[in-house]
T-cell receptor, first 119, second 111 residues
């Protein structure tokens, strides 16, 4: 399977604990995105990497959230001191570098997500 | 503020029937509009993507339309199947990377 993979698929943690999620993008995709999705809502943008550089962060990404992509391949999203409001599906997506070959290069391919439950 | 509004929020139809989902947006400047299908507990999967110059795009039984003047889009599903039961999300991009998602329409197809 050469799609975007995320681990773990499910995580249950107690309030106050730290959690870390991993995303492996499609190989050769230099752009990687993190989104958060709560039940019944569309995904909300959190942050975006081009290669190893974190180019944009949403104000949804509080100080307790940190994302890294150290070698420009896989990425991790860490949430420190989790709160019940952090319970959501965390989605990762990747896309290739845009080119003049057409707008298909803007396509973002999503992983299956990591569902976080904070008790 | 960039916004994407979808209607209806939920829809129940019988297998074999057609349906149309609506999307209105205020995202500017407009780059492209996408429709995604999201099965419960899974990540979204792209159905169509349209730029400013395209006003219709088909993918099998799915046909999307775009009116950039009125900032409206629709997704028409023909001859629905049970496997079409999912959330359908309209997503608008102001430039190549940043996406604004609608809240989705939850479609249930009943036998």
């Amino acid at each position: 399977d050469t799609g975007v993979s995320q681990n773990p698929r499910h995580k249950i943690t107690k309030r106050g604990q730290n959690v870390t999620f991993r995303c492996d993008p499609i190989s050769e995709h230099n752009r990687l995105y993190w989104y958060r999705q709560t039940l019944g809502q569309g995904p909300e943008f959190l942050t975006y990497f081009q290669n190893e550089a974190q180019l944009e962060k949403s104000r949804l990404l509080s100080d307790r959230f940190s994302a890294e992509r150290p070698k420009g391949s896989f990425s991790t999203l860490e949430i420190q001191r989790t709160e019940q409001g952090d319970s959501a599906m965390y989605l990762c997506a990747s896309s290739p570098h845009p080119s003049r070959q057409g707008h298909s290069s803007y396509e973002q391919y999503f992983g299956p997500g990591t569902r976080l439950t904070v008790t | 503020k960039n916004q994407v509004e979808q209607s209806p929020q939920s829809l129940i139809i019988l297998e074999g029937k057609n349906c149309t989902l609506q999307c209105n947006y205020t995202v500017s400047p407009f780059s492209n509009l996408r429709w995604y299908k999201q099965d419960t507990g899974r990540g979204p999967v792209s159905l169509t993507i349209m730029t400013f110059s395209e006003n219709t795009k088909s993918n099998g039984r799915y046909t999307a339309t775009l009116d950039a003047d009125t900032k409206q889009s629709s997704l028409h599903i023909t001859a629905s199947q049970l496997s079409d039961s999912a959330s359908y999300i309209c997503v608008v991009s102001a430039y190549s990377n940043m996406l604004t998602f609608g809240g989705g329409t939850r479609l249930m197809v009943k036998p």
